[in-house]
């Protein structure tokens, strides 16, 4: 059974004690024919008033297919103790096989900075 070309919006957001850390925002446009995209913004905050602390945050999306193995995005936004929040475009795309479905999400790293 075919999927009718289309998108949707996506956001996606981890967070932890201080709030939101991470988060990936964007459109994922389908052809129909198992073609998707990916364009959006991934986002790390190091949490309001923490920005004197040493540790840095960093988010990045994760894609797969069904029974694929997860894909990391090569795109990574970074927060350290000199900001509150650390951008950065994402693109990804790729091709599932008929009736595949994707799957998303966004991961976080935190580290002494």
Same mark, same amino acid.
């Given at each position: 059974?075919?999927?009718?070309?289309?998108?949707?919006?996506?956001?996606?957001?981890?967070?932890?004690?201080?709030?939101?850390?991470?988060?990936? &925002?964007?459109? $994922?446009?389908?052809? /129909?024919? @198992?073609?998707?995209?990916?364009?959006?913004?991934?986002? #790390?905050? +190091?949490?309001?008033?923490?920005?004197?602390?040493?540790?840095?945050? &960093?988010?990045? $999306?994760?894609?797969? /297919?069904? @029974?694929?193995?997860?894909?990391?995005?090569?795109?990574? #936004?970074? +927060?350290?103790?000199?900001?509150?929040?650390?951008?950065?475009?994402?693109?990804?795309?790729?091709?599932?096989?008929?009736?595949?479905?994707?799957?998303?999400?966004?991961?976080?790293?935190?580290?002494?900075?």
């Amino acid at each position: 059974m075919a999927v009718a070309p289309g998108s949707a919006p996506i956001d996606l957001e981890v967070g932890s004690s201080i709030g939101i850390i991470g988060e990936v &925002t964007g459109t $994922l446009p389908w052809n /129909g024919e @198992g073609g998707y995209s990916f364009d959006g913004t991934a986002s #790390a905050w +190091c949490g309001e008033g923490n920005h004197t602390s040493k540790m840095k945050y &960093t988010a990045w $999306l994760e894609y797969s /297919g069904a @029974g694929q193995s997860w894909k990391k995005t090569k795109e990574e #936004a970074v +927060c350290t103790k000199s900001a509150t929040e650390g951008t950065h475009p994402i693109h990804v795309s790729g091709t599932l096989r008929k009736g595949q479905k994707l799957d998303l999400r966004v991961s976080t790293w935190t580290s002494e900075s």
